[in-house]
């Protein structure tokens, strides 16, 4: 079992960037696949961005390509989401997610697929 805590997100002018972290609990972090998720108010929880075990295979939405990185330190039990060119459309609670697999290389994109879920973290973009 793992636990995830998010932190850094906040309130930041559009065109700006933020970095959120997920810290994961237990010795096992490089055993799952991450994911990052958002959930806008009266939306569905989308998937933005996911990483394999190993961090060699990376996931993106379409509308974060080019604005957002994922990456994982496995020495640190850490996920990290670096959001650059943000837009008040990105406004939403983020969340992580950790799903245990077995193929180091694999990336999970469904969220029903995902066993753990952090208490999420605010990120507000103003115009």
């Known amino acids: 079992q793992v636990q995830l805590v998010e932190s850094g997100g906040g309130l930041v002018q559009a065109g700006g960037s933020l970095r959120l972290s997920c810290a994961a609990s237990g010795r096992t972090f490089n055993m799952y696949a991450m994911g990052w998720f958002r959930q806008a108010p009266g939306k569905e929880r989308e998937l933005v961005a996911a990483?394999?075990?190993?961090?060699?295979?990376?996931y993106y939405a379409d509308s974060v390509k080019g604005r957002f990185t994922i990456s994982r330190d496995n020495a640190k039990n850490t996920v990290y989401l670096l959001m650059n060119s943000l837009k008040p459309e990105d406004t939403a609670v983020y969340y992580c997610?950790?799903?245990?697999?077995?193929?180091?290389?694999?990336?999970?994109?469904?969220?029903?697929?995902?066993?753990?879920w952090g208490q999420g973290t605010q990120v507000t973009v103003s115009p």
């Open positions: 997610a950790a799903e245990a697999t077995m193929d180091r290389q694999v990336v999970v994109t469904p969220p029903r697929h995902y066993d753990y």
């Open positions: 990483i394999s075990r190993s961090g060699g295979r990376t």
